[in-house]
């Protein structure tokens, strides 16, 4: 209704276009990555262009924004992360956008101190579990030790050995280490040798061997 000479604006909801209309793109043009502070999506690190026809409109952020805190990150994991928006002026209803956020480089962060070889000799038999006690990974910056890892022992031909197998083939068996919080991504890896039985340890001799003539 009419008041003070001012003609009030009519609005209809079906004149309002939903966000997840297949006539509105969606780009990601940012990338992210854990510095160890906060991540906070900022509506900048999206395109969203509305194409009608031959025409097209880039929306700003006052026709969009985003639902709650979906647009923040607290900096404790990696991987793929959704983000909801929502609609504003015109348009109406949210739209979830996946983006990828990079983890810390465990490797560039961290060293894995290398393991010592296994003699056969050795009086007692190492077992997986031995190996995963002695691994140390510390921190490249300051030389701490990091204990929130997950450790797996491989053989030669990279199947994965349980805590209680005892090493007592000889060969080359590598070590994978990992961090268990999300924000660190990658591995580090090392090698250690189970080495064979000492010959002479064991009491092997040789024995002269005659000489041999030919005619």
């Known amino acids: ?8 604006a009519e609005f209809d909801l079906k004149d309002k276009l939903p966000l997840s209309d297949p006539s509105i793109s969606v780009e990601v043009v940012s990338e992210f990555a854990y510095d160890g502070d906060s991540i906070v999506i900022a509506p900048s690190d999206f395109k969203l262009v509305e194409t009608d026809g031959n025409n097209t409109y880039i929306l700003t952020k006052d026709d969009f924004s985003f639902v709650g805190r979906t647009n923040i990150f607290d900096g404790d994991e990696a991987g793929e992360k959704v983000v909801t928006i929502q609609g504003n002026g015109k348009y109406t209803g949210t739209r979830d956008i996946t983006i990828n956020i990079e983890g810390i480089s465990f490797a560039d962060t961290f060293e ?3 393991i010592d070889d296994i003699s056969k000799d050795d009086a007692k038999v190492k077992t997986v579990k031995d190996i995963k006690n002695a691994v140390k990974v510390v921190y490249k910056s300051t030389g701490g030790t990091y204990r929130k890892i997950a450790v797996k022992v491989l053989d030669a031909e990279g199947t994965e050995l349980p805590d209680g197998q005892e090493l007592t ?4 068996y590598t070590v994978e280490v990992k961090s268990t ?4 991504t990658g591995t580090l890896e090392t090698t250690f040798n189970v080495i064979g039985h000492d ?3 064991a009491g092997a001799v040789v024995t002269d061997i005659e000489d041999q003539v030919y005619t």
Do not use: M, N, R
Request: glycine fraction near 10%; aromatic fraction near 4%; proline fraction near 5%.
């Open 199 to 201: 010959l002479k340890k």
């Open 112 to 114: 894995l101190k290398e």
């Open 169 to 172: 083939e000889a060969g080359v």
């Open 181 to 184: 919080e999300e924000k660190y």
């Open 1 to 8: 209704a009419e008041k003070d000479g001012v003609i009030p």
